[in-house]
């Protein structure tokens, strides 16, 4: 697929954001400019972190090694029938819609000598909910003048959700077009952007605050006023011997440049995705083989800052645990995968609406989880007894929605690393352990 850049226009308003407040600031425990120490495979697990979460993340890693071994036989040949992928309690479930191919059914063998795998009919292939939407978006969709302003894809192939806001709702009902697949209605506010850890150094750390200097920021980035941000970086990758920092693509545009908190040149963007929500920036200047390693930024912003290394990149899954990292909000965990949007719509960072499609959506562990400031921040799973990570996606923003009782649920919006790497060929991220402990 081609890279796509943005055309931008008039700047409507400077995109600035003002941190969420938190305690004094604390020296991070890798100074800026020194190499972050290594650390043993389960020597810190992090103390954001239950010992349930804990539990999870040792349970699931079995089941996410046998479903990459499955999604890597779909990945290889034509999987027209394929819905996805779910992670269920002790066993992995594909769910494909009449025949699985040879290839896949081997795969699937494979897999089942080391943990349970269930195949499953699907009701519909992913390609056929993927048509629908797209004639559901066609004729309701926000940007073609409907009410419609998101419709995500259920990942066991059962039908599709199209998301309206609450007052739009009984119009929208009488509106919904019939496009071959069941379509469940919610009533749930737009996707809010989070777009608002803190003075990073060469050779760039994912989880670290960025800036676009097109823009004015405010200040706050770990309780610090002097330290401006309003995005967060996802992973440092490489195509070939080029080194990017990997962010959301609403936080800016190519040509765009970046610094850290504290105004230090990152680099330049270079590469959009737009409908993708991804953004890469080029940095600047020669980074040493042995400096090109892969961490990402945990903890709690000016709190307790500390690094972990990536051990390698995975695809999601259904009822798949993850973190994410951002500038704001610091490191949270127990997003659950539930879903994939085909389109979903915010007002990026020069004030223009955009839509974007295939959409990660995962289930919140509580309310502000995530926050302003925390766009392109790493999604990922720990690994490695809790010590390493594994880059799973960019973070985008947060869909909220109420129920009729008037309780209020949160969902994580993120693009997944699979499909950057589709996007940017050869796009892989640089490691901080030799391979990955799966």
Request: aromatic share 8%; proline share 6%; charged share 20%.
């Amino acid at each position: 697929m081609s890279l796509i850049s943005k055309v931008t226009g008039t700047v409507l308003a400077a995109a600035a954001v003002t941190a969420a407040a938190v305690p004094a600031v604390a020296a991070p425990a890798v100074p800026a400019g020194r190499t972050a120490p290594t650390p043993t495979p389960g020597d810190r697990a992090p103390a954001y972190l239950t010992p349930e979460q804990q539990d999870v993340f040792r349970r699931q890693a079995p089941l996410v090694a046998a479903a990459d071994e499955i999604r890597k036989a779909v990945e290889s040949g034509p999987s027209a029938g394929y819905a996805g992928i779910e992670l269920a309690g002790d066993r992995v479930v594909v769910w494909w819609k009449d025949k699985v191919p040879g290839r896949v059914r081997a795969a699937i063998r494979q897999a089942g000598k080391a943990v349970t795998v269930e195949v499953r009919p699907a009701e519909h292939s992913q390609s056929e909910l993927s048509e629908a939407a797209d004639r559901l978006w066609a004729a309701s969709g926000a940007d073609r003048g409907g009410r419609v302003h998101a419709v995500k894809m259920a990942l066991d192939g059962s039908g599709l959700t199209a998301a309206v806001r609450e007052q739009d709702a009984a119009l929208a009902r009488q509106e919904l077009p019939k496009v071959g697949v069941p379509v469940e209605m919610v009533a749930q506010e737009p996707m809010t952007l989070n777009k608002t850890r803190c003075d990073d150094d060469a050779p760039w750390y994912g989880g670290a605050a960025i800036r676009n200097d097109t823009f004015a920021a405010s200040g706050g980035c770990g309780g610090n006023a002097g330290l401006y941000y309003h995005c967060t970086a996802a992973f440092p990758v490489h195509i070939n011997l080029v080194r990017y920092l990997l962010t959301a693509g609403h936080c800016g545009a190519p040509g765009d440049r970046f610094t850290d908190g504290a105004g230090q040149t990152i680099g330049t963007a270079e590469a959009e995705h737009v409908g993708h929500d991804l953004l890469l920036i080029r940095v600047t200047g020669v980074v040493s083989v042995n400096d090109a390693t892969g961490w990402i930024w945990d903890g709690k912003p000016g709190v307790n800052d500390f690094v972990k290394p990536v051990a390698g990149w995975g695809w999601t899954y259904k009822g798949q645990s993850l973190c994410v990292s951002g500038a704001t909000s610091g490191a949270t965990c127990g997003h659950v995968v539930d879903g994939k949007y085909t389109e979903i719509c915010g007002t990026e960072i020069y004030g223009t609406k955009e839509c974007y499609d295939d959409m990660i959506s995962a289930k919140s562990p509580a309310l502000g989880s995530t926050a302003g400031g925390d766009s392109g921040g790493p999604v990922f799973e720990l690994t490695g007894g809790s010590s390493m990570v594994r880059a799973m996606g960019s973070n985008t923003g947060t869909v909220t929605s109420t129920s009729i009782f008037g309780s209020k649920s949160q969902w994580t919006i993120f693009q997944d690393f699979g499909t950057a790497t589709r996007d940017f060929p050869g796009l892989e991220p640089y490691l901080g352990f030799a391979k990955d402990p799966l």
